[in-house]
Nanobody, 129 residues
Framework: QEQLVESGGGLVQPGGSLRLSCAAS????????IHWFRQAPGKEREGVSC????????YYADSVKGRFTISRDYAKNTVYLQMNSLKPEDTAVYYC??????????????????????WGQGTQVTVSS
């Protein structure tokens, strides 16, 4: 069964760090773009970061540049989002999604897809003192 499973969320104080994981099973990430989204209560979903499974191209939203790092472990078929210097405004449910390379684009200034083939269940990140 193909699925994405996120983990690593939690409660952290401002300035703290968390590492989110997005583990894929039933398919290999080599042929997909993995996109991290987040959605805070009452706000629209926001794209945070992307990584291309084929060539490793990366994208970061301006709101997280310099603080978040996306990476991939090929052996574990897992994508990570290392989040440092967290702020209260980073509080949201974080989701990862996978889009077939043929339906997605990743670059320094862009990340998007016509459709996403798989979504994770989400993991809550709360930044509060």
């Amino acid at each position: 069964q193909e699925q994405l499973v996120e983990s690593g969320g939690g409660l952290v104080q401002p300035g703290g760090s968390l590492r989110l994981s997005c583990a894929a099973s039933g398919f290999t990430l080599d042929y997909y773009v993995i996109h991290w989204f987040r959605q805070a209560p009452g706000k629209e979903r926001e794209g945070v970061s992307c990584i291309s499974g084929s060539d490793g191209k990366l994208y970061y939203a301006d709101s997280v540049k310099g603080r978040f790092t996306i990476s991939r472990d090929y052996a574990k078929n897992t994508v990570y989002l290392q989040m440092n210097s967290l702020k209260p405004e980073d509080t949201a449910v974080y989701y990862c999604a996978a889009a077939d390379l043929a339906h997605a684009v990743v670059g320094v200034a862009i990340c998007g897809a016509v459709e996403y083939d798989y979504w994770g269940q989400g993991t809550q990140v709360t930044v509060s003192s």
